[in-house]
């Protein structure tokens, strides 16, 4: 019913940028929150970014300062652009969709990315 996908993942030197976009598809009546996560292999999947449909957004420590979260609500999109890499960002970044409202279902779902990998190395 509902699909998202993930781009714009790969390999980067330390001090570099990335810009993922996630792209939410189906029938799709609203998505409350949007946010991107991110997991190393062994390790929890942690939260790195989210942002409501007013625009309000969190970050995790760590990001603060170098990644930003934006969203095109008309499009169902949210990226995350990320500035200044470091190798311990390396991980797979998951988009996330959260109290999502879908044509023809009751309540709400939430919905993730198939993944995309960010390697940061010199």
């Known amino acids: 019913q509902v699909q998202l996908v993930e781009s714009g993942g790969g390999l980067v030197q330390p001090g570099g940028s990335l810009r993922l976009s996630c792209a939410a598809s189906?029938?799709?009546?609203?998505?409350?929150?949007m946010a991107w996560y991110r997991q190393v292999q062994g390790f929890s999947r942690d939260l790195v970014a989210v942002i409501t449909t007013s625009g309000s957004t969190n970050y995790a420590d760590s990001v603060k300062g170098r990644f930003t979260i934006s969203r095109e609500n008309a499009k169902n999109t949210v990226y995350l652009q990320m500035n200044n890499l470091k190798p311990d960002d390396t991980a797979v970044y998951y988009c996330?969709?959260?109290?999502?409202?879908?044509?023809?279902?009751?309540?709400?779902?939430?919905?993730w990315g198939q993944g995309t990998q960010v390697t940061v190395s010199s």
């Open positions: 996330n969709a959260d109290r999502t409202v879908v044509a023809g279902l009751l309540g709400s779902y939430r919905y």
């Open positions: 189906g029938s799709i009546v609203s998505i409350d929150t």
